[in-house]
């Protein structure tokens, strides 16, 4: 009828970095990472986005399903369950039943000295990114152990698995002499949550040294091309402070000048392409899990640009209604 349009709702705009955000995630994302966007975003409800996190779970208590897009297959590695922690810490839900059958199947997969492998052994041909190499008995990884260490020590978790995989975290953390910048993400994800905070600092000010004198960080973005290629990374890949620092709460923080670090904030924002969402860095081996890695990556960057107050705007739609 005449006069109905004065009625209808105005169509939201995609003006803002948030919004625009907003609108790739719709377009493109899971369920769970478009649950997640209205958790963080839109003030959302934490119950849908455990419902949707809840498909991953395997019968043995790990998660599978491509959890983390770059395994593929039903198989439950301990890269997912790194990445389903963190997806339960954003929710405030590590704790309870849950996680102690969590930490059980954590125990019967790790290795003798008590960490865990990036992958499961026996893949069953599944694929996988060619960076994720694939053993029959596959070596303890500080890159899958460091992160659920460092959140379940976060989150007062105690459990018998936790004590040998947190002298493995300790070990390498304090004697490896060469260090891949994705390892040492993960050593700042240990000493971030682990319990003895003097030692954990001592030993994130050594990573600190290290990391500015292999120059494993670019610390001007205007000049990344004369930074060295890390062996194993894709072309043009490389790591910022926030990528070591994605909250300024981390013991990493404090490796960078505010210079370089909000000089890296603002190329972080910069990043976002005209589609809305934060383009993936790392070398692209299969369609899907490229697709499925944006929102992904978008999801962070949003909120490493909001923990330091660099988020302008915010998204335009309602969050969902709470269940009832």
């Known amino acids: 009828m005449p006069g109905d349009e004065a009625c209808a709702p105005a169509a939201p705009t995609a003006t803002s970095a948030p919004a625009r955000a907003e609108q790739f995630i719709w377009l493109t994302a899971r369920v769970l990472e478009q649950r997640r966007f209205a958790f963080h975003f839109l003030g959302g409800d934490a119950d849908p986005v455990d419902a949707a996190l809840g498909a991953y779970l395997g019968a043995d208590g790990g998660y599978g399903h491509a959890l983390d897009p770059d395994l593929r297959g039903p198989l439950s590695h301990p890269l997912h369950t790194a990445h389903a922690l963190r997806v339960l810490d954003g929710l405030g839900r ?50 899958a152990t460091g992160p659920v260490v460092g959140i379940l020590h976060r989150n007062r978790v105690w459990h018998a698995w936790l004590f040998r995989a947190t002298d493995f975290c300790w070990d390498r953390v304090e004697n490896l002499r060469h260090w891949h910048p994705y390892e040492i993400q993960s050593a700042v994800a240990f000493l971030d949550g682990v319990p003895d905070r003097a030692r954990a600092a001592v030993a994130a000010d050594r990573l600190g040294r290290l990391v500015r004198e292999q120059r494993l960080v670019v610390l001007d973005p205007a000049r990344q091309d004369g930074y060295p290629q890390v062996p194993g990374l894709a072309p043009g890949e490389h790591l910022y402070p926030y990528d070591f620092a994605p909250r300024p709460e981390s013991l990493a923080r404090g490796w960078f000048t505010d210079a370089e670090l909000y000089g890296s904030l603002r190329f972080l924002a910069g990043l976002q392409q005209p589609d809305g969402g934060w383009p993936v860095h790392r070398g692209a081996w299969a369609p899907g899990s490229s697709l499925e890695r944006r929102p992904i990556v978008t999801l962070e960057a949003l909120l490493t640009l909001r923990a330091y107050g660099r988020l302008p705007g915010g998204p335009s739609l309602p969050g969902p209604a709470a269940p009832r």
Do not use: F, M
Not at 97 to 119: D, F, K, N, Y
Not at 126 to 143: K, Q, W
């Open 94 to 143: 590590c704790a309870g039943q849950r996680i102690e059958r969590l930490c059980a199947h954590l125990l019967r997969v790790s290795t003798p000295e008590g960490a865990l492998p990036a992958t499961a052994p026996a893949s069953g041909g599944y694929p996988a990114a060619p960076h994720h190499r694939l053993h029959d008995d596959p070596p303890g990884d500080l890159l």
